[in-house]
């Protein structure tokens, strides 16, 4: 995916979305308002205009790819309880930390 997606695209996919960016110490790249909201709203709308739906209080169960037709089928818990859904796209974000010290 890096590959793919260089620093240089992020700049430019981050302009197109309306939001400036500035070069730091150490080549780092951050928002121009110095606000870490900013990215997360810039991000947010880019999805909306997407037509993607966010489902964040839903945890994936199970994840199976059928060879005979290449979707998904998925076991979704969600706050009402268990849904099966079927998908030809699905993006698992996990998370993580980018600087340990930072928690």
């Given at each position: 995916m890096f590959?793919?997606?260089?620093?240089?695209?992020?700049?430019?996919f981050f302009?197109?979305?309306?939001?400036?960016?500035k070069?730091?110490r150490?080549e780092?790249l951050?928002?121009?308002s110095d606000?870490?909201l900013?990215?997360?709203?810039?991000?947010?709308?880019?999805?909306?205009?997407?037509?993607?739906e966010?489902?964040?209080?839903h945890v994936v169960q199970?994840?199976?790819?059928?060879d005979?037709d290449?979707k998904?089928e998925?076991?979704?818990?969600t706050?009402?309880?268990?849904?099966?859904?079927e998908?030809d796209?699905v993006?698992?974000?996990t998370?993580?930390?980018?600087?340990?010290m930072?928690?």
């Amino acid at each position: 995916m890096f590959y793919a997606f260089s620093n240089e695209r992020l700049v430019e996919f981050f302009q197109q979305a309306g939001l400036a960016t500035k070069v730091e110490r150490g080549e780092r790249l951050f928002p121009e308002s110095d606000r870490s909201l900013d990215v997360l709203d810039a991000l947010l709308d880019v999805i909306e205009q997407g037509g993607i739906e966010l489902l964040p209080e839903h945890v994936v169960q199970t994840l199976v790819r059928r060879d005979a037709d290449g979707k998904f089928e998925l076991c979704v818990e969600t706050p009402q309880g268990e849904v099966f859904w079927e998908a030809d796209q699905v993006v698992v974000a996990t998370g993580g930390l980018s600087y340990p010290m930072t928690g």
